[in-house]
């Protein structure tokens, strides 16, 4: 079954400007992940945030993660056309795997 | 480039048939992931291996086996193949507590 959640289901920009995307969860974690997703290729890491921390940057990204309210949120700044493609949180409960979210389906307009 | 190799990276097969899918894990993880990516179900965790033993099992049917060898290789067998087994099928690797790192994923289609 889903555990994270994304939300909106898809969300399209103009280039240049920010996108933020929602998660939320449903069970405790100990940490949450955010991957990219070309059309039919394989997941791209983005930035892994752990129980503990509650905000995380890696260059144009940052991550925020609430544990009181089972949510995480990924910012991408300045956005470009290479940024187009599905986001996706997932979530480590240490002990099955992770559990992915439906994704975010992101488009920039140029 | 994540480090995890995956082959083949399409699969065309009958209903019935047996696959084998393989996985070579990044350089010194010792924790290989399977998972199963489908338009109606999205990304399922199937199982999991570390440093040869299964560790944990999500929502891998009795017609699936996988396996992780000395050399920390794993392989995932589909057998009796459906139609409904038709779907993208990655492998991911990680440190003992590190992120998952993806292969490109093998595309199965079943005809």
């Known amino acids: 079954s889903q555990q994270g959640e994304e939300d909106p289901q898809a969300l399209s920009i103009q280039e240049g400007e920010n996108a933020t995307m929602n998660c939320s969860y449903k069970t405790s974690i100990n940490n949450l992940q955010w991957y990219r997703q070309n059309s039919g290729r394989g997941l791209v890491h983005l930035i892994l945030i752990r129980s503990n921390e509650r905000e995380k940057h890696s260059g144009r990204l940052r991550v925020t993660l609430d544990t009181s309210k089972k949510s995480s949120s990924l910012l991408i700044t300045a956005s470009r056309a290479a940024d187009t493609a599905s986001y996706f949180c997932a979530t480590d409960g240490g002990a099955d795997g992770l559990t992915f979210g439906k994704g975010t389906h992101l488009i920039i307009q140029p | 480039d994540s480090g995890v190799t995956q082959t083949p990276k399409h699969l065309i097969t009958a209903t019935g048939q047996r696959v084998t899918l393989r996985c070579s894990p990044r350089?010194?993880?010792?924790?290989v992931y399977w998972y199963q990516q489908s338009l109606d179900q999205g990304l399922q965790f199937l199982i999991q291996y570390y440093n040869g033993e299964e560790r944990a099992k999500g929502n891998i049917l009795e017609r699936f086996s996988a396996q992780q060898f000395p050399d920390l290789h794993s392989e995932l067998n589909l057998s009796s193949l459906e139609l409904g087994d038709s779907a993208l099928y990655f492998c991911a690797s990680s440190t003992r507590t590190g992120p998952q790192y993806f292969g490109a994923g093998t595309r199965l289609s079943v005809l």
């Open positions: 350089s010194g993880d010792l924790s």
